[in-house]
């Protein structure tokens, strides 16, 4: 009677069981949407009606179920509604009313696969976007000249941290090195959400790079001419109801000084000792119209200079306040970035904006030298000297600090082997991909090793006397590319500190000393 009335509605193809488990067996073997509807009887051998409609939407949850019963009972109704059953239908149903309910659950069915196609085409249009936003990262990081990032001057060290909050950053940064003794930092930060702001931030960053390695190829360096084309071109770009904040600094570590112009960032704060200084903002945020600026001058001395984006200081603590009420609070206790960065991500579950800091550290610490020595740079002497190192300091570190300073020995020394050495270092992806087997080529190289104390860290200090390498690109690509870079951040995250010198042959690996 069921089939015959299908047909009449418009169905073509039915298929009938006998027996529940024919049935189950069936439909194990069906891919997604291939059944539209089924009727199920309440009352058959073996499995009743309720099993049956909760194996089905189980298996296929898309498949409209209909249970076939004259009972009345309340709860077996009930209990069929919580498995997922969408209409009951009794076995004497007559036509009209057969008709009037198939052409309902029809369209709900029409309308499930309209839908499903609409959410197909907005998968793709959503994993479109994705993609399109990565590349945009990429672009973004390759735009962003962080030079100086992880590196070490006399005894001054430098550190970022950038952590977009959205895929498309507002925020865009800068760190170039003029020469040895004067250093160009910059954050800007589009007002806004979106393409738009990330795209002011960005080509401003991007204009301000091009200028300044130019200007350092040609040795002619200018801040004031650096920040007045900037404001000019950023206003080029600008919309009319747009705003941009940023900070251009240069510090100059021998005459400990510093230019600085700021349009609506947050202050810059100085450390001196225990003091912490705060340099507020010295203009507004940048806008079409804006035709004045000022540019200030700090000339006292210095331990550390804090830059950074509104996302580090506005951001909620867990306590329910901003977290630059903390910060000023703790400010004088913290050394390397890493314990600012540890703090603030323990009290910060979620920062509200996109993160950008650049940290200057002067390393102010007395040191005491306790184990030296060269290293012959092969495998056999790498492996032999790590393994005797513990039994050489054992009794000067502390058991936790020991451990690390010998498993960042052994990865920076073979570091060294495969850039000083075997060469690889541009053309590692290739040997990786292609298993390719190199030998040592009998030239003798060594590594100098210095390991320091001071109360507060101990430092691993590894000169390999070699070519070196540029460590702002490796640290760039690790972003992205899985065969670069990947020791540098594995050291980052066991160690509190991790800085080259310039020509990147030479590191220093900060371990902070436990209790």
């Avoid at 910059?186 to 200028?211: E, P």
């Avoid at 300073?405 to 075997?422: I, K, R």
């Avoid at 090793?449 to 101990?458: A, E, G, N, P």
């Amino acid at each position: 009677v069921l089939k015959i009335m299908l047909r009449k509605v418009g169905f073509k193809h039915i298929r009938y069981f006998e027996h529940p488990l024919d049935y189950v067996m069936y439909i194990k073997t069906i891919k997604e949407d291939e059944i539209d509807i089924v009727f199920v009887d309440y009352e058959m051998p073996l499995m009743n009606g309720l099993r049956v409609i909760h194996y089905t939407k189980f298996k296929h949850p898309e498949i409209i179920s209909i249970m076939m019963t004259g009972t009345q009972n309340s709860q077996i109704k009930e209990k069929a509604i919580q498995l997922g059953v969408n209409e009951f239908m009794s076995k004497g149903i007559d036509y009209p009313e057969f008709e009037a309910k198939m052409n309902i659950l029809s369209n709900l069915r029409f309308y499930y696969y309209k839908s499903k196609a609409h959410q197909k085409e907005l998968e793709k249009v959503v994993k479109y976007k994705d993609q399109q936003e990565n590349l945009a990262v990429q672009k973004q990081l390759k735009i962003i000249e962080d030079k100086i990032s992880n590196h070490f001057y006399n005894n001054y060290l430098f550190n970022s941290y950038f952590q977009p909050r959205d895929i498309l950053s507002g925020d865009s940064y800068s760190t170039i090195a003029i020469d040895e003794n004067r250093f160009f930092l910059s954050i800007v930060d589009g007002m806004g959400k979106g393409v738009s702001a990330s795209l002011s931030s960005v080509l401003t960053v991007s204009f301000m790079n091009y200028s300044i390695l130019k200007s350092i190829e040609f040795n002619d360096f200018n801040f004031e001419r650096v920040v007045q084309d900037t404001i000019n071109y950023a206003k080029s770009i600008m919309l009319d109801d747009e705003a941009l904040s940023l900070a251009i600094v240069e510090i100059d570590i021998q005459k400990e000084q510093i230019k600085y112009m700021n349009m609506g960032l947050p202050p810059i704060y100085i450390i001196d000792g225990m003091s912490l200084i705060k340099i507020r903002p010295n203009n507004i945020p940048l806008i079409q119209k804006t035709t004045n600026y000022n540019i200030g001058i700090y000339d006292r001395s210095f331990d550390a200079v804090l830059i950074a984006s509104d996302g580090l200081f506005e951001s909620i603590s867990k306590d329910g306040y901003p977290y630059f009420i903390r910060y000023k609070q703790k400010a004088t206790k913290f050394y390397l970035l890493d314990e600012l960065l540890n703090d603030f991500q323990s009290n910060v579950s979620l920062p509200d904006d996109d993160t950008t800091i650049l940290y200057i550290k002067k390393d102010t610490d007395e040191y005491q030298t306790i184990f030296q020595q060269d290293i012959l740079l092969t495998k056999k002497s790498i492996e032999d000297f790590v393994n005797s190192l513990e039994f050489k300091i054992e009794n000067k570190l502390n058991l936790k600090v020991l451990n690390k300073v010998v498993f960042a020995l052994n990865e920076l020394l073979m570091n060294c082997y495969e850039h000083s050495v075997l060469k690889i270092s541009k053309n590692k992806h290739e040997i990786i991909q292609k298993n390719e087997k190199i030998e040592y080529n009998g030239n003798e190289k060594f590594a100098t090793l210095k390991i320091l104390r001071s109360k507060r860290y101990t430092i691993v200090d590894l000169d390999d006397n070699g070519d070196g390498f540029e460590v702002s690109r490796v640290l760039k690509s690790s972003w992205f590319d899985k065969y670069h870079g990947r020791g540098i951040k594995m050291l980052k995250k066991l160690s509190n500190g991790i800085y080259y010198n310039k020509k990147g042959n030479r590191v220093k690996l900060y371990f902070k000393n436990e209790e």
